[in-house]
């Protein structure tokens, strides 16, 4: 599934990575803590969360997470948008809850990875 | 190859930095990306540990040809049940580490699966030094 078509199925707004819109990500894992998100072996995962600080942005790069959407209309601060920007990783804000975001976006067709 | 990175205790801004750091090194020096993401994933857990838990720490990463050693070092409050503090589901941590997404009780099972070697010691009162050992050739 492209970014780009996350966005539109989601209506997320795109606050970093706008040069990434067409790649491709397979799977998608939603979880508020980060020691979950370090158990994953998947690569080309979208990252759902509703915690928007440093350390998700720390978390999905030491897991090779590049694509993260942060769900519950979170948004991203300037030191989150500033870490991201260093790592090349694309952060989408979302209105919904959590649920409804994975909901909309399994619906789509994007995988579980498990 | 040597290096040594500080981490001071409560500093959730800096968590991550000195793994992010080693994760660059170990990407120049063209180690396997599933190698990599062991030994930065076991690092970040220590290294989160360190800044919940502890006052101060030392990192010291020591890469060799065969494998990669990873030792951390902090003045704090230690462990008093090191098996205790193993089992998943165990932890002492704070309201606020929770809020950054940690202190589930995963971080040393976390640091186990993702190294092939891990010591702990800890003494109350002072402090607990962790090493983590990866072999590269394996």
């Known amino acids: 599934m492209r ?10 707004t795109v606050a970093c990575g706008n040069n990434r819109m067409n790649d491709e990500v397979e799977t998608g894992f939603a979880s508020d803590l980060m020691s979950d998100v370090l158990t994953l072996q998947t690569n080309n995962l979208v990252l759902i969360t509703g915690l928007a600080n440093v350390q998700t942005i720390r978390t999905a790069e030491v897991a090779d997470i590049s694509h993260i959407i942060l769900a519950r209309n979170k948004k991203a601060s300037p030191e989150l948008l500033a870490l991201a920007s260093e ?3 694309v952060i989408i804000e979302c209105p919904y809850s959590m649920f409804k975001t994975c909901g909309l976006l399994y619906n789509a067709g994007l995988k579980a990875i498990y | 190859m040597h290096f040594t990175y500080l981490i001071t205790g409560g500093n959730f801004t800096h968590a991550g930095h000195a793994s992010s750091q080693v994760k660059r090194i170990l990407k120049q020096l063209n180690v396997n990306p599933v190698t990599i993401k062991r030994i930065v994933v076991a690092l970040y857990e220590a290294e989160v540990n360190v800044v919940a838990h502890a006052y101060r720490g030392n990192i010291d990463v020591d890469i060799e040809p065969e494998r990669v050693l990873v030792l951390i070092t902090d003045e704090g409050p230690g462990i008093a049940d090191i098996e205790l503090a193993m089992k998943e589901g ?7 580490v929770r809020e950054m997404g940690f202190g589930a009780g995963m971080g040393l099972s976390n640091m186990k699966k993702n190294s092939d070697k891990l010591i702990i010691q800890s003494q109350v009162g002072q402090g607990t030094h962790v090493e983590l050992t990866t072999f590269l050739t394996q």
């Not at chain 1, 970014?3 to 997320?12: R, S």
């Not at chain 2, 165990?90 to 606020?96: F, I, M």
């Open chain 1, 3 to 12: 970014i780009k078509d996350i966005l539109t199925i989601i209506d997320g």
């Open chain 1, 87 to 89: 790592n090349n990783q």
């Open chain 2, 90 to 96: 165990y932890s002492t941590a704070s309201p606020k």
